[in-house]
């Protein structure tokens, strides 16, 4: 009884499971990020954020901030 279950149940289960395992993560995993890509929301955030921010940080607020060398 032991040796029949264990030549035909862990010999073909096994085998089947490890090769189907592999085969559905990895086609799953680069379908996901590659449909999901949030790098152009936060692109085109950054950009419109840094101009405003380093203009008038650099044309003035620098400069006026120095009371101590007056």
């Not at 790098?39 to 940080?57: I, K, L, M, Q, W």
């Amino acid at each position: 009884m032991t040796d029949d279950k264990r030549e035909r149940s862990p010999a073909d289960e096994p085998d089947t499971p490890a090769d189907a395992a592999p085969d559905t993560p990895a086609d799953a995993a680069p379908e996901t990020p590659a449909v999901a890509k949030p790098v152009e929301t936060p692109a085109s955030d950054t950009p419109a954020v840094a101009e405003p921010v380093g203009t008038p940080a650099s044309a003035g607020p620098a400069t006026a901030r120095r009371p101590g060398v007056d």
